[in-house]
């Protein structure tokens, strides 16, 4: 049975910029999805085909079952989105932007007001409740806009870069706040540049770049795909460098790299924790001191450069203004690659 | 699947309104005129300001071109005469600026990302617009009562019972109403507030100015008396002068004979119904597939 957000085969151009070309997703019901991808990957583009603001030129989406081109509204009443910029009005309270919203849900008055105020404690804004937005904090916006996509408990939610421009203590509450929400049974796409985040929050990851999907799966599995684990050992010497690069030869599994600026060695092993140990011994019995020592394994950077061949921070510096970013940074990374 | 099989998705897509369509119109059209007259409230420099320009054209075309503009049917210099017949031309220019305010205040919720929040929402599709514009209405009709009063303090009368000066201020109403929408699809395809507010102001000087609003068309090129009398700004005019009981007994308000200068009040609630239907098709339409 198809996801609770499923699409096949989407293209979106603009002008010469292919910002999708031909993606397909599947989300089960209660998982999340990770988009991944750089700035002008087509991330945006791709979240907002699936939330009825923009027209695919080619391809299908079903959200919650139903077809997003056939049936705007009945997709609209079963989503919440939460855009790039927090989207409230800075000159109405807290309050006045959750009960806006929920009276656009069509709600009653009534129920809008009590759904506001049961919001508005959950994220931490009682205080402010009756302020304007204007005076609240980057990441008191944040938790607003988050609310307000929160005002109906749509099955399920999008979240365009959510964590963006936000400092990493508020970065850290937001995650909170999603992981609570996907607990509770919520459907959740989420598009980030932050690779951690995709690795802290998502069950699947898909890799954006050029508008196309080019790698997906967990995130075990995409570290898997750049190879395996490996032993790091930074020496406290430089005279112990032969005598430990010796050491990890013997239970290597293929070559390594010595760095005698940093002291530090590198191989590709597998064997995990018990492996480990073992070197450790061996080592001390050779009377070689240790500063750090562990078992690596590749981060969801290194997917990324091996994927794209360029890193997330690389392409992000190429990108454009928010507003534009995604068609002109689009174009952007293009060159910069090939 | 639980919370939203299949079935209840195409069930919500056969029944796509909870409400009928109109309620649902209406309803979500006061939510957002609501919206924005809180927001009229909280930022009332807009409206000072707003009031400022008039104010000062009252004053300025009064006492700087009064004395040496004369009105048809009245002694050359006469400046009670010319009085009146300004103050028609003055409101109707006050109510047109509401142009600008429609365009910047939908360019501005395009660039916060407000209007893609609104039209990830289930609600009627030309609401965001309509609140806004009747939320201009609000405004406009609140500067037209204190420009009235400054109108009146400097000497402008009306000769009409009140009745009829309602149904003048009402033919100005209908015009500002008309001209938001021109706002309102101005602001929907600008890409900052700045440019709206510009964009919105830029055309409306040629517009009020090639008009029989400030002078009597009767001193311009005979091209541009054409041009003045079929200006569907000049009918409004023209009406309202006319529901005010400012114009002078015996001349004729047209110079070229042009239809809508004989019938202005009828003439200008065409033109301001004909304004209303075409700019709010294609800001509705402009609308649904606009992006940030």
């Given at each position: 049975?198809?996801?609770a957000?499923?699409?096949?085969?989407?293209?979106?151009?603009?002008g010469?910029?292919?910002a999708?070309?031909g993606?397909?997703?599947?989300?089960?019901?209660?998982?999340v999805l990770?988009?991944?991808?750089p700035?002008?990957?087509?991330?945006?583009?791709?979240?907002r085909?699936?939330?009825?603001?923009?027209?695919?030129?080619?391809?299908?989406?079903?959200?919650?079952?139903?077809?997003?081109?056939?049936?705007?509204?009945?997709?609209?009443?079963?989503?919440?989105?939460?855009?790039?910029?927090?989207?409230?009005?800075e000159?109405?309270?807290g309050?006045e932007?959750?009960?806006?919203?929920?009276?656009?849900?069509?709600?009653?008055?009534?129920?809008?007001?009590?759904?506001?105020?049961?919001?508005l404690?959950?994220f931490?804004?009682?205080?402010?409740?009756?302020?304007?937005?204007?005076?609240?904090?980057?990441?008191?916006?944040r938790?607003?806009?988050?609310?307000?996509?929160l005002?109906?408990?749509?099955?399920?939610?999008?979240?365009?870069e959510?964590?963006?421009?936000?400092?990493?203590?508020?970065r850290?509450?937001?995650?909170?706040?999603?992981?609570?929400?996907?607990?509770?049974g919520?459907?959740?796409?989420?598009?980030t540049?932050?690779?951690?985040?995709?690795?802290?929050?998502?069950?699947?990851?898909?890799?954006?770049?050029?508008?196309?999907v080019i790698?997906r799966?967990?995130s075990?599995q995409?570290?898997?795909r750049?190879?395996?684990?490996?032993?790091?050992?930074?020496?406290?010497?430089p005279?112990?460098?032969?005598?430990a690069e010796?050491?990890?030869?013997?239970v290597?599994?293929?070559?390594g790299?010595?760095?005698p600026?940093t002291?530090?060695l590198?191989?590709?092993?597998?064997?995990?924790?018990?492996?480990?140990?073992e070197?450790?011994r061996?080592?001390?019995?050779?009377?070689?001191?240790i500063?750090?020592?562990g078992?690596r394994?590749p981060?969801?950077?290194?997917?990324?450069?091996?994927?794209t061949?360029?890193?997330?921070?690389?392409?992000?510096d190429?990108?454009?203004?928010?507003?534009?970013g995604d068609r002109a940074?689009?174009?952007?990374?293009?060159?910069?690659?090939? | 699947?639980?919370a939203?099989?299949?079935?209840?998705?195409?069930?919500?897509?056969r029944?796509?309104?909870?409400?009928?369509g109109?309620?649902?119109?209406?309803r979500?059209?006061?939510?957002?005129?609501?919206?924005?007259?809180?927001?009229?409230?909280r930022i009332?420099?807009?409206?000072?300001?707003?009031?400022?320009?008039?104010i000062m054209?009252?004053?300025?075309?009064?006492?700087?071109?009064?004395?040496?503009i004369?009105?048809?049917?009245?002694?050359?210099g006469?400046a009670?005469a010319y009085?009146?017949?300004?103050?028609?031309?003055?409101?109707?220019?006050?109510?047109?600026?509401?142009?600008?305010?429609?365009?910047?205040?939908?360019?501005?919720?395009?660039?916060?990302?407000?209007?893609?929040?609104?039209?990830?929402?289930?609600?009627?599709?030309g609401?965001?617009?309509?609140?806004r514009t009747l939320?201009?209405?609000?405004?406009t009709?609140l500067?037209?009562?204190?420009?009235a009063?400054?109108a009146l303090?400097?000497?402008?009368?009306?000769?009409?019972?009140p009745?009829?000066v309602?149904?003048g201020?009402?033919?100005l109403?209908?015009?500002g109403?008309?001209?938001?929408?021109?706002g309102a699809?101005?602001?929907?395809?600008?890409?900052?507030p700045?440019?709206?507010?510009?964009?919105?102001l830029?055309?409306?000087?040629?517009?009020?100015f090639?008009s029989?609003?400030?002078?009597p068309v009767n001193?311009?090129?005979?091209?541009?008396?054409?041009?003045a009398e079929?200006?569907?700004?000049?009918?409004t005019?023209?009406?309202?002068r006319?529901?005010?009981?400012?114009t002078?007994?015996?001349v004729?308000?047209?110079?070229?004979?042009?239809?809508?200068?004989?019938h202005?009040?009828?003439?200008s609630?065409?033109?301001?119904?004909?304004?209303?239907v075409v700019?709010?098709?294609?800001?509705?339409r402009?609308?649904?597939s606009a992006?940030a």
């Open positions: 049975m198809p996801g957000i499923y699409a096949e085969g989407l293209v979106k151009t603009f010469e910029v292919r999708l070309d993606v397909d997703l599947d989300v089960p019901e209660g998982t990770g988009m991944l991808g700035n002008g990957a087509g991330k945006t583009t791709a979240v085909v699936l939330t009825t603001l923009l027209r695919p030129d080619r391809g299908t989406a079903r959200v919650a079952g139903v077809d997003v081109v056939a049936h705007p509204d009945a997709v609209r009443r079963a989503i919440g989105l939460s855009g790039q910029f927090a989207a409230v009005d000159y109405l309270t309050r932007n959750l009960v806006m919203v929920g009276r656009l849900y069509q709600m009653s008055g009534r129920d809008a007001k009590r759904r506001a105020a049961e919001l404690e959950r931490n804004l009682g205080d402010a409740a009756d302020r304007t937005a204007k005076t609240y904090s980057g990441g008191m916006r938790r607003l806009d988050l609310a307000a996509a005002v109906v408990s749509p099955p399920v939610m999008f979240m365009d959510p964590t963006t421009g936000l400092d990493p203590r508020n850290q509450a937001l995650w909170d706040v999603i992981q609570e929400l996907v607990a509770g919520t459907t959740l796409l989420l598009t540049q932050y690779l951690e985040e995709a690795d802290r929050l998502a069950h699947d990851i898909c890799v954006v770049d050029h508008g196309r790698a799966g967990t075990d995409l570290k898997a750049t190879g395996g684990e490996r032993i790091e050992v930074v020496v406290h010497a005279e112990h460098l032969p005598v010796g050491v990890l030869r013997a290597a599994k293929g070559d790299a010595v760095d600026h002291r530090r590198t191989f590709p092993v597998t064997g995990g924790a018990k492996l480990l140990a070197v450790i061996e080592l001390d019995s050779r009377g070689v001191e500063d750090d020592i078992l394994r981060t969801l950077d290194d997917v990324f450069i091996a994927l061949g360029h890193t997330a921070e690389a392409a992000r190429g990108g454009d203004t928010p507003a534009d940074g689009a174009a952007t990374t293009k060159e910069g690659v090939r | 699947m639980s939203f099989d299949q079935a209840t998705g195409a069930a919500a897509a029944n796509p309104q909870p409400h009928g109109l309620v649902r119109s209406v979500d059209a006061l939510v957002v005129a609501q919206r924005n007259l809180i927001r009229m409230l009332p420099e807009v409206v000072i300001f707003g009031l400022i320009q008039p054209f009252v004053v300025l075309f009064t006492y700087v071109f009064g004395g040496s004369a009105v048809p049917g009245a002694p050359a006469d009670q009085r009146e017949f300004l103050m028609a031309g003055i409101f109707a220019q006050t109510v047109t600026f509401a142009t600008a305010g429609a365009g910047a205040g939908i360019a501005d919720d395009m660039h916060k990302g407000l209007i893609d929040r609104f039209r990830s929402l289930p609600m009627s599709r609401a965001v617009l309509t609140g939320a201009d209405l609000v405004q009709a500067t037209l009562v204190v420009l009063v400054v303090l400097i000497g402008w009368r009306s000769h009409e019972n009745a009829s309602l149904a201020f009402a033919l109403l209908l015009l109403y008309a001209f938001s929408w021109i699809l101005i602001g929907l395809s600008v890409r900052t700045e440019a709206a507010t510009s964009g919105g830029l055309w409306l000087f040629p517009l009020t090639i029989n609003a400030f002078v001193g311009m090129p005979a091209f541009l008396q054409h041009v079929w200006n569907p700004f000049s009918a005019v023209a009406g309202a006319q529901l005010f009981g400012n002078i007994e015996g004729p308000q047209s110079v070229t004979g042009a239809w809508p200068m004989e202005p009040v009828l003439a609630v065409i033109w301001s119904v004909l304004i209303i700019f709010r098709t294609l800001a509705v402009k609308y649904r992006t």
